[in-house]
């Protein structure tokens, strides 16, 4: 995954602009800090159906094939699960869980671009005890049918089962659709179906299906899924974090949790969007506000705050230093 300065500005700036976490009923909606030193590059999350108040998550490196339950509440893993029957996995960058119940993980990163020929998807029941343990798992080999493309966000409908994944490019993603089922003995192609207007590090969909939220490293968009035509509703109010990679809804559909990489990062909450095309902050931003079709401009405008901070905060160090 590359890297950048406007990434170290936002880790810089993470904790001194971070807005309070909200909380509702449902377990974990607070928001919590990853306390596994194992979990250093979390890249990926998911609310478990069958664990009330447990959010799946994994690292985004090629460490191994490892997913980690952890306890909404506390921060704590409460069990490590690794998957067999599967290669040796390359980028893993999301997971979510379908209505069957089964998680899905997404190996679709690409870090030399976009030059792979083909990209994995593991498909696992979610364990029914909360343990460690090694579960066997169904490996899919996909492919775009427009040619190879990095991705970090994969999504699978909670009514229909069927998977999704949003490509990643600094000029927005775009949305594809996989076969109804996949199948494990044939390549799995996915078709561009749509248009994303963002830089999409994650994405999930509602409880109810009805939405579909993206993130990018400084901003996020919401849209109504429209029966699989997403209609751009408006901006989401994402934390600033020092590398934001993932996200999930709550299971009562509440709440948009946002997670981060690095070592003991925290996964903040915020109101999700109503039905109303409000962004969760209030606002009403929409696809023809000031910020451009994509909701981008809010995005550059944040990473040029980070930027010039962090700019101030080298300034301010090196003076320090040439005082000491």
Known sequence: MRRSFVLLAGALLAGALAAPAVADGSPGSGGFTLEDPRITESSGLAASRAHPG???THNDSDDGAFLYAVDGRSGRTVATVTLSGVGTPRDVEAISVGPDGHLYVGDIGDNLGGTWDHVWIYELPEPKQLKDQTVRATQYDVKYADGARDAEALMVHPKTGRVYIVSKNEEGGGLYEGPAELSAARTNTFERVGDI????????????GGQLAVRGYFGGVSYDWNNGKPKRQGRL???????????TYTPDGATLLYGSEGAGSSVEAKDAPGGDGKSSSGGGGSAGGGDGEDGSGGDFRMGAIALAAAFAVVYGLKRLFRRG
């Open 54 to 56: 447990v959010y799946w």
């Open 197 to 208: 207007g963002l830089w999409v590090t994650d994405g999930a969909f509602s409880p109810d």
């Open 237 to 247: 109010s994402v934390p600033l974090q020092g590398q934001g990679e993932s996200m």
